[in-house]
């Protein structure tokens, strides 16, 4: 079992920076691809970006490239989401979910466990 617990979000104007962590539990946590995902109020829940197990890889959805960066560290067993020039349209709860299989994409049924979320507010 693997919890995961997402931290960071909070209100910031339009154009500012969030950097969101997601913490896991578990010695298996290098093994795990992992991917944020997020969703606003009224909309499904979409994928965000995700890195493979070393992170030698990442994957963003294209509204996202070029002012989210995703990184991990196995060492202490997280996840993060850097997330600049943020908009309006980014506030959503934000979710990071862990993938036991090696997968790192948008199929959100290919990742087995996920956090509670962590809301971010984007003022205009």
């Known amino acids: 079992q693997v919890q995961l617990v997402e931290s960071g979000g909070g209100l910031v104007q339009a154009g500012g920076s969030l950097r969101l962590s997601c913490a896991a539990s578990?010695?298996?946590?290098?093994?795990?691809?992992m991917g944020w995902f997020r969703q606003a109020p009224g909309k499904e829940r979409e994928f965000v970006a995700a890195?493979?197990?070393?992170?030698?890889?990442?994957v963003y959805a294209d509204s996202m490239k070029g002012r989210f960066t995703i990184s991990r560290d196995n060492a202490k067993n997280t996840v993060d989401l850097q997330m600049n020039s943020l908009k309006p349209e980014d506030t959503a709860v934000y979710y990071c979910?862990?993938?036991?299989?090696?997968?790192?994409?948008?199929?959100?049924?290919?990742?087995?466990?996920w956090g509670q979320g962590t809301q971010v507010t984007v003022s205009s």
């Open positions: 890195i493979s197990w070393s992170g030698d890889s990442t």
């Open positions: 578990g010695r298996t946590f290098s093994t795990y691809a």
């Open positions: 979910a862990a993938s036991t299989d090696g997968y790192y994409g948008v199929g959100q049924s290919k990742y087995r466990y």
